[in-house]
């Protein structure tokens, strides 16, 4: 009975910021990899940037220096900082998680979604 929500969304202006959150929470062994994905309506789920439970991170190429992911283990949860944002960023953002409800025993997860829109 793992849960993930995310947290963070909204209404930003061009050039703004945003942080998301997503904590997992349940009955979980371990976590060994969060990401967050994208969708606009009519396109694909894209990854956007992951990261692993030894800290490595990856990110699509649209927002690399512009957003950064990162880790509180002791929390299950992950971030998305976004920063200079630009109108073609608005989209639902989900958040994932490859983990372990007991041991040798990995699943994916997902969270609901969170709308984030970017506009003037």
């Known amino acids: 009975q793992v849960q993930l929500v995310e947290s963070g969304g909204g209404l930003v202006q061009p050039g703004g910021s945003l942080r998301l959150s997503c904590a997992a929470s349940?009955?979980?062994?371990?976590?060994?990899?969060m990401d967050w994905y994208r969708q606009v309506p009519g396109a694909q789920r894209e990854l956007v940037a992951g990261?692993?439970?030894?800290?490595?991170?990856n990110y699509e190429d649209s927002v690399k220096g512009r957003f950064t992911i990162a880790r509180d283990n002791a929390k299950n949860t992950v971030y998305l900082q976004m920063n200079s944002l630009k109108p073609e960023d608005t989209a639902v953002y989900y958040c994932?998680?490859?983990?372990?409800?007991?041991?040798?025993?990995?699943?994916?997860?997902w969270g609901p979604g969170t709308q984030v829109t970017v506009s003037s």
């Open positions: 349940g009955s979980i062994f371990s976590i060994y990899a």
């Open positions: 990261i692993t439970s030894s800290g490595s991170t």
């Open positions: 994932s998680a490859r983990l372990a409800i007991r041991f040798g025993v990995l699943s994916d997860y």
